[in-house]
Nanobody, 126 residues
Framework: QVQLVESGGGQVQAGGSVRLSCAAS?????????MGWLRQAPGKERAFVAS????????YYEDSVKGRFTVTRDNAKNTVYLQMNSLEPEDTAVYYC??????????????????WGQGTQVTVSS
């Protein structure tokens, strides 16, 4: 299991930007994990936002965030990031970092994640 700790959430006005970070620690190498971000808005189920391959060369996004959000990773720092630009009130949610131990990467929004962070709140005001 890998332990995940998110940071960087907060309040921002519509049109603004926020960068989330997720630091990983654990027994296995960070580069053996596909990483992802999901979010849960008030009254809704947790939903996929983005994922990134083991090396960081490949990414996949939920349609509503394409062109606005960017997921990256730094394997030397055991950290994955989510840069969120042009934020909208509809992006208000608790954002979760997730990890999947894997030898391969598939662009799939229904990944069965192995580990989750505790979540960080992002609130976008209009």
């Amino acid at each position: 299991q890998v332990q995940l700790v998110e940071s960087g959430g907060g309040q921002v006005q519509a049109g603004g930007s926020v960068r989330l970070s997720c630091a990983a620690s654990g027994r296995y190498s960070f580069s053996d994990y596909v990483m992802g971000w999901l979010r849960q808005a008030p009254g809704k189920e947790r939903a996929f936002v983005a994922s990134i391959s083991l090396s960081g060369a490949n990414t996949y996004y939920e349609d509503s965030v394409k062109g606005r959000f960017t997921v990256t990773r730094d394997n030397a720092k055991n950290t994955v990031y989510l840069q969120m630009n042009s934020l909208e009130p509809e992006d208000t949610a608790v954002y979760y970092c997730a990890a999947k131990f894997s030898r391969a990467y598939v662009r799939n929004r229904n990944i069965q994640w192995d580990s989750w962070g505790q979540g960080t709140q992002v609130t976008v005001s209009s």
